[in-house]
Nanobody, 119 residues
Framework: QVQLVESGGGSVQAGGSLTLSCVAS????????MSWFRQSDGAQRRELVA??????SAVYGQSMEDRFTISRDDATVKLDMTNLKPEDTAVYYC??????????????WGQGIQVNVSS
C-alpha cells in the first residue's frame, strides 16, 4: 500500500557530493516519519537522519550533521551528502513510519540504493 522510490545513488570520488531522493506514495496517514539508513554490510546498520511530516527538526545520527542534510517536501525527502568519504560506501535505505494510531506504526522500506565512494 505504501511504496518508496529511491533515486540519486551511484558512484562518486571522495570529496564529491550526491543527493538521494525518496518519494513515498500510498496511504501515508496523518502523521509519519521519513528517514534514511545505511548498511555497509550484513552486520551493520546506521540510522542517519529522520524528519517528521509536521516539519519538525531533523534528527541526525552521530557525526552526520556536518556533511549530511535532510530536507522534505510533503512525501519527498532528500538527503544532501557532501564531502563523501570511502567509508560512506553503503546501501542507503529510505524508510517511512506511518502512524496509524498513537503507539502503532507501520514501517515501510525502500529497495535500497547503492552509493560507492572511491578514494
Amino acid at each position: 500500500q505504501v511504496q518508496l522510490v529511491e533515486s540519486g545513488g551511484g558512484s562518486v570520488q571522495a570529496g564529491g557530493s550526491l543527493t538521494l531522493s525518496c518519494v513515498a506514495s500510498g496511504n501515508l496517514g496523518t502523521s509519519n516519519t521519513m528517514s534514511w539508513f545505511r548498511q555497509s554490510d550484513g552486520a551493520q546498520r546506521r540510522e542517519l537522519v529522520a524528519l517528521m511530516s509536521n516539519g519538525g527538526s531533523a534528527v541526525y545520527g552521530q557525526s552526520m550533521e556536518d556533511r549530511f542534510t535532510i530536507s522534505r517536501d510533503d512525501a519527498t525527502v532528500k538527503l544532501d551528502m557532501t564531502n563523501l568519504k570511502p567509508e560512506d560506501t553503503a546501501v542507503y535505505y529510505c524508510k517511512i513510519d506511518v502512524w496509524a494510531t498513537p503507539g502503532s506504526s507501520h514501517e515501510f522500506w525502500g529497495q535500497g540504493i547503492q552509493v560507492n565512494v572511491s578514494s
